[in-house]
């Protein structure tokens, strides 16, 4: 478990960024966070493996003080980080070097870090980029290279900032679907910080953040309904749920499925 | 006007990790035109706009604005353009330095400079207490509003945004597109809108370029290109959700029109309605 507790923090200390968050982040939960541009979504995702600390509270990984400087170590290898800028990530030169490394700091034997690199690579498409540099890639093929790096370690925490911002389609469902089988069948706890609200509904649990305040929390489907509070923090519910709620249909709110959407809308067509 | 004439970019041409990231496109753009740039990763949009202001220079083929051939850096004044990464545009050690940076360059009159300042800020929504702030300390939606208003502070002509509403929020995002169609449609400026937002490139584009694999894959109006659903799934692509929706309709044998906006979707779903009373 990550446990935030009573925790605090200013980068100048003069303007606060965080606001007394307290918040519990359960081994094999799927949590989303939400919020406006600068209410404190990266600051907060960087406490999570001791990056910054608290200026005053705790942050505490599987029973770790982030304060701890000595065990540092630990919590990094625990908690697994995808920067919403891949380039304060990569590492390596070569795409395979880089996700490879992330491996070899945890010891990963060498015959399965190779079949452990070539099969994220694969899933996310870029197994043709594997020899190529880093610096040569699309902003696309250079995000799913940071992505990769962190999927391949499979730490017990990921924490994953704006992940699929530069993603075509096809690959923001990729890696969301490989979340999803992470979560699922590793036991993997997932924090992931998104624009889209269509990511965030397939979470268990929603945080919404308005300038450093926790201000909702919740099963994706009962905060939508919050629809004015999330319009000020920044939030617009996704559009197939808008066109729903707008119709006045009863769980509106919840729908963000097409097919759902269609059993609805034929609903009303055949006044039933 | 913009024109592609058999343009062909190769990265690293003739050693062993050469890449082919355009192959002879040609392709005309007018004055006045709004248009989305849509592809898969890697399909070589940023390569395609980084030649209409001589960040790049063809490899085969040349590229025209108003029938002059773009040189290397010699537009950049006329054609603004807001890079794929915020950061790769951002070198200022203020927000105000950063955002009279261009206008200076311009010789504007500093009153002149002054005054749209207040008006950026206020487009992209920052609060003038960031001018002072080093660009560096600002969160990732932040940078790249301070990215969009560098860029439209010199009110350029032709107007070149590569994913530019990326790590915007939600409701920055939609005004802020909105607020480029104003402008757009007041000031007759050219728009060439790269982006994997399809509802985005439906709410606001009139045109839809599909690059993939280095070439033209579609080109033709928001209907036109959308109503290739399946294409555009086989290649990493996709559809508005509520596209789908009606197309499921019409599958079931409703009688709809297919829509690719909300507001499309409402007036089609009321009439849908009136229909069957
Ligand atoms: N500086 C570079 N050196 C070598 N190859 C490059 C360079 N920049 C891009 N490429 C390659 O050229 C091809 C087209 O890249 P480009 O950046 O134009 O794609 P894109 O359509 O903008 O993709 P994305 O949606 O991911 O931003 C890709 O295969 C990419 O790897
Ligand atoms: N290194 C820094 N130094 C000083 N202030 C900072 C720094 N990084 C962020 N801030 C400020 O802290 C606040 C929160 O920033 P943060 O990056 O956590 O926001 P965010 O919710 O991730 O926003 P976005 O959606 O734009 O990524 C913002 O007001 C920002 O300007
Ligand atoms: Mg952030
Ligand atoms: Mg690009």
């Not at chain 2, 790769?88 to 002054?114: A, H, W």
């Not at chain 2, 290649?235 to 690719?260: C, E, S």
Request: charged share 25%; hydrophobic share 45%.
């Amino acid at each position: 478990m990550i446990e935030l507790k009573d925790v605090n923090f200013s980068y100048d200390s003069v303007k606060p960024v965080l606001n007394n968050i307290n918040l519990q982040i359960k081994c094999g939960e799927f949590v989303a966070v939400v919020g406006a541009n600068g209410s404190g979504k990266s600051t907060l995702a960087k406490h999570l493996n001791g990056l910054l600390v608290p200026a005053s509270g705790d942050v505490v990984v599987i029973g770790i003080n982030t304060k701890d400087a000595t065990k540092s170590l630990a919590v990094k290898q625990n908690v697994g980080m995808v920067f919403q800028n891949p380039d304060n990530q990569l590492v390596s030169a070569i795409v395979e070097e880089d996700v490879a490394f992330a491996l070899e700091n945890l010891q990963v034997p060498h015959a399965e870090m190779k079949v452990r690199v070539e099969e994220i690579l694969e899933k996310l498409g870029i197994l043709e980029c594997r020899y190529r540099s880093v610096e040569e890639l699309s902003g696309g093929q250079k995000q799913r290279v940071a992505v990769a790096g962190v999927l391949a370690m499979r730490p017990r925490f990921m924490v994953l900032d704006e992940p699929t911002a530069m993603l075509d389609p096809q690959g923001r469902n990729d890696v969301m679907a490989l979340l999803k089988k992470l979560n699922s069948e590793c036991g993997i706890s997932i924090l992931l910080i998104t624009h889209f609200m269509e990511e965030a509904a397939l979470a268990e649990r929603l945080i919404v953040l308005n300038d450093g305040n926790v201000i909702l929390e919740g099963a994706p489907k009962q905060v939508f309904g919050e629809v004015e509070l999330l319009h000020k923090s920044g939030l617009l519910l996704p559009q197939i749920t808008r066109f729903c709620a707008e119709l006045k249909l009863r769980e509106g709110w919840g729908i963000v499925d097409e097919d759902e959407c269609v059993v609805e809308l034929v609903k009303i067509l055949e006044g039933s | 006007m913009i024109r592609f004439e058999n343009l062909t970019y190769i990265y690293y041409r003739g050693l062993p990790n050469q890449c082919v990231a355009l192959d002879n496109i040609c392709l005309e753009i007018k004055a006045g035109e709004f248009i989305g740039l849509i592809g898969p990763t890697g399909s070589g949009k940023s390569t395609l706009i980084r030649h209409m202001n001589g960040l790049l220079k063809p490899t085969v083929g040349r590229v025209l604005i108003e029938l002059k051939e773009v040189v290397m850096k010699s537009t950049r004044f006329e054609v603004g353009m807001v890079f794929q990464y915020p950061e790769d545009q951002i070198f200022e050690q203020t927000v105000f330095k950063e955002l009279v940076f261009g206008p200076r360059n311009m010789n504007l009159s500093e009153s002149e400079i002054k005054k749209r300042i207040f008006e950026i800020l206020d487009f992209v929504e920052l609060p003038s207490e960031v001018l002072e702030s080093s660009p560096f300390d600002l969160s990732g939606g932040q940078k790249r509003r301070l990215a969009i208003a560098s860029v439209l502070i010199m009110k350029p002509k032709v107007l070149v945004l590569d994913e530019p509403t990326v790590g915007l929020d939600p409701v920055g995002k939609k005004s802020i597109l909105q607020k480029i169609k104003q402008y757009h449609e007041k000031e007759k400026v050219t728009v060439v809108l790269a982006s994997h937002d399809i509802e985005e490139i439906a709410e606001n584009v009139n045109r839809i370029i599909v690059l993939d694999k280095a070439r033209v894959k579609m080109d033709g109006s928001v209907a036109e290109v959308f109503s290739r659903a399946d294409e555009l799934i086989k290649i990493g692509l996709d559809v508005p959700k509520i596209t789908k929706v009606f197309g499921k309709l019409k599958q079931m044998g409703y009688n709809t029109k297919l829509v690719y906006t909300l507001a499309q979707a409402q007036a089609e779903f009321a009439r849908l309605l009136g229909q069957r009373e």
